[in-house]
């Protein structure tokens, strides 16, 4: 079958590489020069597989008007003349209520789960270089009822599946040295063995080379504008570009935050709008002043990762518009976390900021799965799980354009659920 894969992100190009291995004819098509180069480029490079809690809790609402007054507050909100901006808005607190948090965990832990064992079946397969390594994750709590609310969660994560234990100050400490400066701080952590960490970009690549220098390659066809969808009936007769029109058999929307616009004259209506984050790459200058387990500051919502050489930090989620732009506050911001958390670990003067916009849901799910055209398949609204979810999310598109059943059920996946 001949498939068209819109968008080279780390979803699209997952999503690619399932259904290459299907034996279809792939063409993905990208804007950018190459894969990964756009929210996936420079992402938080944790794999966290069991911390998919959503945004959306009722924890929350009580931090919001805070976070809104303080500058530096983990959230920042940019108040537009953008309807879609104020809908999302009010569908996410809608979703901030316990039973809806309660079920939206449960159905990412099992698509994470799932998406684990993929990458660890492609890993054990593949000789694939993207600085990977299975490491665990800390989450450390500065706050001793944030803390108490964890084991809470603990608890119920555990009867999903899970496998955590909760550490004191000292234990913290004890399992990841270079938070010893952080240790006044420190009320707890929740610590997680199976957790992995890896370079987005890299990885992208490297399953990009996978694809295009075996039997039957995948064609990427780079520096494609994508225009609109052209529809004929319950059908996609192909999709208009700056190069011209493609056709398939069926097609694919991993576009993350463009993709809502380009389905919205067809008549479908995509739940996702960008929250945009910020991370660093800094070098490595005191290997016992930076983590090598991956660290979350729970309180301020900033992630450390070990990649290679380097120290990834991300964080941040801006509700302020549509640009890519980089805002020099927010990365003083978070130069500022990363000295009160690891003050040794680096040289500051050799900054690399980045920032993304995440294509986030109000619940935090994914839509995948069919839409009201026969031919057109969505795999897009990871937020800030894409690294995490994008081999389960691959796969299950995959299944369902070879018509298999998923491993995962879609309920809560799917476009309306």
């Given at each position: 079958?001949?498939?068209?894969?819109?968008g080279?992100g780390?979803?699209g190009?997952?999503?690619a590489?399932?259904l290459?291995?299907?034996?279809?004819?792939?063409?993905?098509?990208e804007?950018n020069?190459?894969?990964?180069?756009?929210?996936?480029?420079a992402n938080?490079?944790q794999?966290s597989?069991s911390?998919?809690a959503?945004?959306?809790?009722?924890?929350?609402i009580?931090?919001?008007?805070?976070?809104?007054?303080?500058?530096?507050?983990?959230?920042?909100f940019?108040?537009?003349?953008?309807?879609?901006q104020?809908?999302?808005i009010?569908?996410?607190?809608?979703a901030?209520?316990q039973r809806?948090a309660?079920l939206?965990?449960q159905r990412?832990l099992?698509?994470?789960?799932?998406?684990?064992?993929?990458?660890h079946e492609?890993i054990?397969?593949?000789p694939?270089?993207?600085?990977y390594?299975?490491n665990?994750?800390?989450?450390?709590?500065?706050?001793?009822?944030?803390?108490?609310?964890?084991k809470?969660l603990l608890?119920?994560?555990?009867?999903?599946?899970?496998?955590?234990e909760?550490?004191d100050a000292?234990?913290t400490?004890?399992?990841?040295?270079?938070?010893?400066?952080m240790?006044?701080?420190i009320?707890?952590?929740?610590?997680?063995a199976?957790?992995?960490?890896?370079?987005?970009f890299?990885?992208?690549?490297?399953l990009?080379?996978?694809m295009?220098?075996g039997?039957n390659?995948?064609?990427y066809?780079f520096?494609?504008?994508?225009?609109?969808?052209?529809p004929?009936?319950?059908?996609?007769?192909g999709?208009e570009?700056g190069?011209?029109?493609?056709?398939?058999?069926?097609?694919v929307?991993?576009l993350?935050?463009s993709?809502?616009?380009l389905?919205?004259?067809?008549g479908?209506?995509?739940p996702v709008y960008?929250?945009?984050?910020?991370?660093?790459?800094?070098p490595?200058?005191?290997e016992?002043g930076a983590?090598?387990?991956?660290?979350?500051d729970?309180?301020r919502?900033?992630?450390?990762a070990?990649?290679?050489?380097?120290?990834?930090?991300a964080g941040m989620?801006?509700?302020?518009g549509?640009h890519?732009?980089?805002?020099?506050?927010?990365?003083?911001?978070l130069?500022?976390?990363?000295?009160?958390?690891?003050?040794?670990?680096?040289?500051?003067?050799r900054?690399?900021?980045?920032?993304?916009?995440?294509p986030?849901?109000?619940k935090?799910t994914p839509?995948?799965?069919?839409?009201?055209f026969?031919n057109?398949?969505?795999?897009a609204?990871?937020?800030a799980?894409?690294?995490?979810l994008?081999?389960?999310?691959?796969?299950v598109?995959a299944?369902?354009?070879a018509?298999?059943?998923?491993?995962?059920?879609?309920?809560?996946?799917?476009?309306?659920?």
């Open positions: 079958m001949k498939i068209l894969v819109l080279a780390v979803a190009v997952a999503c590489y399932y290459w291995k299907d034996g279809h004819e792939v063409t993905v098509l804007r020069p190459g894969v990964a180069l756009e929210t996936s480029f938080g490079g794999l597989y911390y998919v959503p945004l959306a809790s009722p924890s929350v009580p931090k919001i008007p805070p976070w809104l007054l303080r500058r530096d507050s983990p959230l920042k940019v108040p537009e003349l953008d309807v879609e104020w809908r999302w009010l569908a996410f607190l809608a901030c209520n809806q309660d939206t965990t990412l099992r698509l994470a789960f799932y998406s684990r064992s993929l990458m492609l054990r397969a593949q694939l270089h993207f600085d390594v299975q665990g994750k800390l989450v450390v709590h500065t706050n001793r009822e944030s803390f108490e609310s964890a809470r608890d119920y994560q555990r009867s999903l599946g899970a496998e955590q909760a550490l000292d234990a400490v004890e399992r990841e040295p270079a938070l010893t400066d240790r006044p701080r009320a707890g952590s929740i610590y997680t199976s957790e992995d960490a890896g370079d987005c890299k990885f992208c690549n490297e990009t080379r996978l295009t220098t039997p390659p995948v064609t066809r520096g494609v504008e994508i225009r609109r969808l052209l004929m009936g319950d059908r996609l007769m999709v570009t190069n011209g029109v493609f056709e398939a058999d069926r097609y929307l991993a993350g935050t993709a809502p616009a389905v919205k004259p067809l479908i209506r995509l960008p929250l945009k984050g910020y991370s660093l790459s800094l490595v200058t005191d016992s983590p090598r387990i991956s660290v979350t729970f309180k919502k900033v992630v450390y070990r990649l290679g050489n380097e120290l990834r930090v989620a801006d509700i302020a549509r890519a732009e980089i805002d020099t506050v927010r990365v003083g911001q130069v500022e976390e990363v000295r009160n958390a690891f003050p040794r670990a680096t040289d500051f003067s900054l690399e900021p980045w920032c993304g916009m995440r986030a849901t109000p935090g839509v995948l799965g069919a839409t009201s026969r057109l398949l969505l795999d609204g990871h937020g799980l894409g690294f995490t994008a081999a389960g999310t691959g796969r598109v299944d369902l354009v018509g298999r059943e998923p491993r995962v059920p879609l309920e809560g996946f799917r476009l309306g659920d």
